[in-house]
């Protein structure tokens, strides 16, 4: 399938983190997920795009 959005499983990590007072950390995946978001080159089917789950998400880790 590799449709899933995985923004709000990251971003609830983001909240773990934060929780844990890793806030360096914390900002660093928020800043990456809405910077890939922001793009647009890579954005799932619900955000209007065609990129899988695993692309998505490649491009999130490239820019970390």
Known sequence: MNLANPTALLLSAVSMLRHL??????DRIQDVVLKTIAEGKYRTGDLGGKSTTTEFTNAICDHI
């Open 21 to 26: 007072n890793l806030h360096d950390k914390a």
